[in-house]
């Protein structure tokens, strides 16, 4: 019987990643005899020259049909990218561009740097043999129309001009390590960057975790870390820290101190109550130097605010006389540290001439206004008064001057008065602040924060406020 030999091959479009493939599959047709079953194990692909009848055109590679001109195709399946461990394995971009021992890879030219196949959203780059996610914001760029990347050092990937390190982690370092089209970030593009975070703390590292002092943490911005955000570190536990029953110096010893004999001790101490009242001058004459009032008291009121046992209020003597109280208010009842600020935060000028003071101060010592203030009758009472101008001068309210003031001062009562004036005006006040008893109440009103704010954490610091 006479044996015929049909070659058919058909072009199938197996699609990937959105590009067709096309793929040519070999359809033999053997016909000897009938018997097609007994035949088939020494047909088709894979057969060598001394396993056929007839021959193959391949020698001792593989076979794989012939192409549209009716060449044989002959593959070295361990090689040919295009016939990869098997005919019509495709081993071509995106997802890998060589064969290397019957598998497809993603390999350099020289073939000194290869990788796996490339997974989505990566593609191969054929300059480096790496899997490389494109960078989707990069300039535009195609090899095909010869539109090259301005910058010689990027590799033009899915049309776009990509470094060829962007499969590195992202860093804080002003570019986009990862490709993803967020510089110094994290996130899916297109959508919402998610900024580098990393948690940091600028003490030493014993402290951190101990006491109050906890990490803060770092947000990156402009290729460069900020500054270390919400840490704690260590402060000294003296004046109104010394018995807050917390351990500021995170030393892991609360309200610490030395005994008579030089031993260190823990534990609470038994802790007084402070009442601490600001008198502010809102006139006219202010308006230059109240913004650093309000800063200073501010951060004082953050210093001592964490002792539970200290509440601040704010009193204005500076409205027009109304017949009651001379126009004296509470603005502020004795509170908390965050209430205080948040009140002094809106503190502006009311531009009235009316400056009582004697007055005002005093009413604040005698306990006048207690009910007006919730003022506690345990707790020690500390008044600071701010203004600037000659307390003669203040539409004087009869009764009340710098004697009458100064007998509702330590050493008399427990109660202690600071003022906040121009030095030229302490000698209005001196019978009140000058008392071996007190710390020192004389304090510079200027422009200067900072100035005040250091003289007023001397009130607290040194006052025993410990049993």
Request: with cysteine; glycine share 12%.
């Given at each position: 019987?006479?044996?015929?030999?049909?070659?058919?091959?058909v072009e199938s479009s197996i699609p990937?990643?959105?590009?067709?493939?096309?793929?040519?599959?070999?359809?033999f047709v053997l016909l000897i005899g009938g018997v097609l079953g007994m035949l088939c194990?020494?047909?088709?692909p894979g057969a060598r020259e001394d396993e056929t009848d007839g021959g193959s055109p391949c020698g001792m590679e593989t076979y794989c049909g012939t192409d549209p001109q009716g060449v044989p195709i002959c593959a070295d399946l361990q090689k040919d990218p295009m016939n990869c461990g098997s005919c019509n394995?495709?081993?071509?971009?995106?997802?890998?561009?060589a064969c290397i021992d019957g598998l497809c890879a993603c390999a350099d030219p020289n073939q000194a740097n290869v990788?796996?196949?490339?997974a989505d959203p990566s593609v191969c780059a054929t300059q480096t043999g790496q899997c490389i996610v494109p960078d989707l914001m990069g300039d535009a760029c195609d090899p095909v129309d010869s539109v090259p990347c301005p910058d010689g050092q990027r590799l033009c990937l899915d049309r776009h001009c990509t470094l060829p390190d962007c499969d590195h982690p992202e860093i804080c370092d002003g570019r986009d390590n990862d490709c993803d089209g967020h510089t110094d970030a994290l996130g899916p593009h297109p959508g919402q960057a998610i900024p580098l975070q990393r948690e940091c703390y600028t003490g030493d590292p014993s402290w951190n975790g101990v006491g109050l002092c906890h990490q803060g943490e770092q947000i990156c911005q402009s290729g460069a870390w900020n500054p270390c955000a919400g840490e704690v570190l260590p402060v000294i536990e003296e004046g109104a820290l010394a018995c807050d029953e917390l351990?500021?110096?995170c030393n892991g010893c609360i309200d610490d101190r030395i005994d008579a004999d030089g031993a260190q001790e823990c534990g609470p101490i038994e802790a007084k109550k402070f009442d601490v009242i600001f008198i502010i001058d809102l006139s006219g004459s202010m308006g230059s130097v109240l913004p650093a009032v309000v800063v200073a008291a501010q951060s004082w009121a953050m210093h001592i605010g964490t002792n539970p046992n200290v509440r601040l209020a704010l009193v204005n003597p500076t409205d027009v006389d109304d017949g009651e109280n001379h126009g004296v208010r509470v603005t502020l009842p004795l509170s908390n540290m965050a209430a205080f600020n948040a009140v002094m935060a809106n503190v502006t000028i009311s531009n009235s001439s009316f400056e009582p003071m004697h007055y005002a101060t005093q009413m604040v010592l005698d306990g006048s206004f207690d009910a007006q203030l919730h003022a506690d009758p345990a707790a020690r009472r500390i008044v600071i008064a701010v203004h600037d101008e000659r307390t003669g001068?203040?539409?004087a309210v009869a009764g009340y001057d710098e004697a009458s003031v100064c007998a509702w001062v330590a050493p008399h009562t427990s109660a202690l008065l600071a003022i906040i004036a121009p030095p030229f005006r302490y000698e209005e006040w001196d019978a009140c602040t000058s008392s071996e008893d007190m710390p020192p109440t004389a304090i510079p009103l200027s422009g200067d924060a900072g100035t005040m704010l250091a003289h007023l954490r001397q009130i607290l610091d040194e006052v025993p406020l410990c049993q």
């Open positions: 019987m006479d044996a015929g030999l049909d070659l058919l091959y990937g990643r959105g590009r067709a493939i096309m793929r040519k599959t070999t359809v194990g020494a047909c088709g394995t495709d081993c071509r971009a995106p997802e890998a561009n990788s796996d196949t490339c351990d500021n110096d001068m203040e539409n």
